[in-house]
């Protein structure tokens, strides 16, 4: 299964969804996260947002000193897909 599947089938938009609790919008960010007292520095989790959900998600990982970075979930893809370095 693919990172950014969204569980259930296809009851919502075409491709990743937002991570905010009950919404369904098409995501657009990728915010990478870490929790320093569970994962290793170079750890990161992802939760996903639309433009509505962007700010108050980044906001809640940022006051927890969980967020990382904030990129484009274009900009994320194509980060997986290059080819390592080296």
């Known amino acids: 299964m693919d990172l950014f599947d969204s569980p259930g089938g296809s009851d919502g938009p075409d491709g990743p969804v937002c991570s905010a609790k009950g919404c369904r919008a098409s995501a657009v960010w990728v915010l990478a996260w ?16 639309c433009e509505e959900h962007r700010e108050h998600l980044s906001s809640f990982l940022g006051v927890r000193g969980f967020l ?7 900009e994320w893809e194509e980060r997986d897909t290059s080819p390592a370095d080296g």
């Open 68 to 74: 990382k970075d904030v990129v484009t979930l274009a």
């Open 34 to 49: 870490n929790n320093p007292k569970l994962h290793t520095p170079e750890r990161r989790k992802t939760w996903l947002a």
